[in-house]
């Protein structure tokens, strides 16, 4: 069995990695919103890229306002 101080060590390890998951996951949101953006200044609707993408309309509106 495992001391604890390796427990803790494994815990803050994994503690780090969902960090730094959640700040790409920002990046990559911005991102996505940022090509949407520019889908609809071009005139490409919410429908339209909800269709492409798979999703609702409703949840194109989340994406933009996220």
């Given at each position: 069995?495992?001391?604890?101080?390796?427990v803790?060590?494994r815990?803050r390890?994994?503690?780090?990695?969902?960090l730094?998951?959640?700040?790409?996951?920002?990046?990559?949101?911005?991102q996505?919103r940022?090509?949407?953006?520019?889908?609809?200044a071009d005139g490409?609707?919410?429908?339209?890229?909800?269709r492409?993408?798979?999703?609702?309309?409703?949840?194109?509106?989340k994406?933009?306002?996220?």
């Amino acid at each position: 069995m495992e001391n604890h101080d390796e427990v803790f060590e494994r815990i803050r390890q994994l503690r780090a990695a969902a960090l730094e998951h959640a700040r790409r996951a920002r990046v990559l949101s911005s991102q996505r919103r940022d090509l949407m953006q520019r889908l609809l200044a071009d005139g490409v609707s919410q429908a339209e890229i909800a269709r492409e993408l798979g999703v609702t309309r409703q949840a194109v509106q989340k994406m933009l306002a996220s």
